[in-house]
């Protein structure tokens, strides 16, 4: 067997590995600072808590996520359709950390006016994987 051919055996063995990638693994990624691990209630809490911007209006991650988790958001400001953040009807949610931690930065940002901490993004994490 050539090198190129054990290259696509290999390739084609860690498949199943690839696709066990999940929340899971991306919740892995941060670690606790409380000693407590993290909670799906705190994180439900992060989600809906409301913070009042700079232009006097309220905000919170349900604006452009939605109220219901397994239906599509909408964004506040440009209108667009936004996918389910459910794992369980969008199988491709959470499962890179590059785009969660993009979106942590952004969305933490705009929503709380401040980053979010590891502990903060592993409860939230830990809420959304529920769904
Ligand atoms: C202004 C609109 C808006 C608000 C408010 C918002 N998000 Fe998002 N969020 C988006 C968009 C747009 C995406 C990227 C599109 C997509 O993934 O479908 C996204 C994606 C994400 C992702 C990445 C999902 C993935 O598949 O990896 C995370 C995590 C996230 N948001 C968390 C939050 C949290 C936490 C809050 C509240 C602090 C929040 N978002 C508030 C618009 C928003």
Redesign the pocket.
């Known amino acids: 067997m050539n090198k190129y051919l054990r290259m696509i055996g290999a390739l084609f063995l860690m498949l199943p590995v690839l696709s066990l990638a999940g929340i899971d693994q991306t919740i892995a990624h941060y670690t606790p600072q409380n000693g407590l691990g993290f909670s799906a209630q705190r994180g439900d809490t992060l989600?809906h808590r409301k913070n009042t911007a700079k232009d006097g209006k309220e905000?919170?991650?349900t604006?452009?996520?939605g109220d219901d988790l397994k239906k599509p958001g909408k964004?506040?400001?440009t209108g667009?359709v936004?996918?389910p953040?459910a794992p369980s009807v969008n199988h491709?949610?959470?499962t890179?950390i590059d785009?969660?931690e993009k979106?942590?930065l952004r969305?933490?940002k705009?929503?709380?006016g401040r980053e979010?901490t590891d502990q903060e993004k592993g409860d939230?994490l830990k809420y959304l994987s529920q769904f």
């Open positions: 989600w905000r919170d991650c604006v452009c996520h964004h506040i400001k667009k936004i996918d953040m491709k949610r959470f890179d785009k969660v979106w942590f969305n933490c705009w929503t709380f979010c939230i």
